[in-house]
């Protein structure tokens, strides 16, 4: 069973930087893409980056492009997404989640994935 384990939320004034970590001890294997999702309160749950395993370029949501850079540390399993110059419409709630052994067409559905963080809290004043 895949763990992933979010922190890095809070409370921030606009402007403001926050980083996000996602950790998934001892599971790298059979993974295929990791991404973050944001949900805004009253609507669904978007995806706002994303990052394919084997690499390549990551996927960004035009809302964050050129703002939030999402990363990860192989090392130590574990997914960054730094966020800069937030605004007020980036608040909410933060999901990590992790595609195990399937395909994966964009990355960008809540459907592909099939292990979910708990979520993290981020508002912006």
């Known amino acids: 069973h895949v763990q992933l384990v979010e922190s890095g939320g809070g409370s921030v004034q606009a402007g403001g930087s926050l980083r996000l970590s996602c950790s998934s001890p001892g599971h790298t294997s059979n993974r295929v893409c990791m991404g973050w999702f944001h949900q805004a309160p009253g609507r669904e749950r978007e995806a706002v980056a994303r990052?394919?395993?084997?690499?390549?370029?990551?996927f960004y949501a035009d809302s964050v492009k050129g703002r939030f850079t999402i990363s990860q540390d192989n090392t130590e399993n574990t997914l960054y997404l730094q966020m800069d110059s937030l605004k007020p419409e980036d608040s909410g709630v933060y999901f990590c989640a992790a595609a195990y052994g399937r395909v994966v067409s964009s990355g960008l559905a809540n459907s592909e994935y099939n292990y979910w963080g708990q979520g993290t809290q981020v508002t912006v004043s």
């Open positions: 990052l394919y395993s084997r690499g390549g370029t990551p």
